[in-house]
């Protein structure tokens, strides 16, 4: 399932054409996936999610033409005698501020096409290198499926546009044995985790018994994803209509909230004023 499959089942499910996403999961991978319903569908330009948590499964012992277990096996090298030092000590120097080739079946866009889309039509695609950030790589398990074969279950933090099976590639050239994913878990974007998350199922069930079929209000969300100032009912009913307010020092954007607790617009500080950049509760 396409990150495009999901929103096109959300809108069935909220029966609405105005839902949206905040970054794409790769068809392989389960967990979060933000999406926007409505009015939120304003918040998804203005969210900041450069932070993302992944666990995973490395399989070392061949690569693959994606670097996945779902694209044809290519040649490499027996994992039967890798040590553990070894590996951990890949995934330390797969750790920090890294240049980092993006896997060819990437959502990277050649020529205004898709990555993935080339490589899976038969086209041989090369890509240049970024800089990210892995602030964590850590090993949490191992087995061996066969003695040839060594699986690794790993948790990965890191910046947006860090390719999760471009590391388990690079860590299996290090060990010059190849290496691939065979799994693949996000379970936090941002500040929201797949504690947060529900299922389409759940939705689905949630809005057949009548509920509405989001997992945060617009209130939770705005509050967990931005700074928060409070404001008293005059002021809100003034940004309500679009109105400026006094500066407060706090670095946008902002969500002002009124008295009772609801959210009236998010809110930026510029030249001398903070302005509305979105309106979600309009006065009036």
């Known amino acids: 399932m396409t990150s495009h499959d999901v929103v096109g089942r959300m809108r069935r499910i ?8 905040a970054g794409t999961l790769d068809p392989m991978a389960t ?20 932070a993302k948590t992944y666990v ?12 996945d277990r779902e694209g044809a096996r290519l040649d490499g090298g027996s994992a039967a005698d890798v040590p553990l030092d070894a590996v951990r000590a890949g995934m330390v120097a797969l750790t920090g501020s890294i240049e980092q080739v993006p896997s060819a079946v990437s959502a990277v866009k050649v020529d205004g096409r898709r990555a993935y889309d080339r490589v899976r039509s038969g086209e041989e695609v090369a890509l240049a290198a970024r800089r990210v950030t892995v602030s964590r790589f850590d090993l949490l398990a191992e087995r061996r499926p066969e003695p040839e074969l060594l699986d690794l279950d790993v948790i990965v933090e890191c910046s947006s546009g860090t390719y999760i099976r471009a590391l388990a590639r690079d860590l299996g050239r290090t060990l010059g044995t190849g290496g691939h994913l065979t799994a693949l878990r996000r379970t936090r974007v941002g500040p929201f985790t797949d504690r947060d998350a529900r299922t389409l199922d759940e939705l689905a069930d949630a ?40 500066t407060t020092g706090l670095t946008g954007p902002y969500g002002v909230f009124g008295p009772d607790g609801r959210v009236v617009a998010l809110v930026v500080e510029r030249d001398g004023a903070a302005r509305p950049e979105v309106v979600l509760r309009p006065s009036g």
């Open 56 to 67: 995973a499964t490395i399989r070392l012992g061949y690569a693959t033409v994606t670097d």
């Open 14 to 21: 909220a029966k609405t054409r105005k839902i949206g996403h």
């Open 31 to 50: 967990g979060v996936l933000v999406l926007g319903v409505e009015r939120a569908t304003k918040l998804l330009g203005h969210l900041t999610l450069t």
């Open 207 to 246: 809005a057949d018994a009548g509920e509405d079929p989001v997992t945060l209000d617009l209130d939770r969300a705005v509050n967990a994803a931005f700074p928060r100032r409070d404001v008293d009912a005059a002021t809100a009913t003034v940004l309500g209509h679009g109105g400026r307010l006094s």
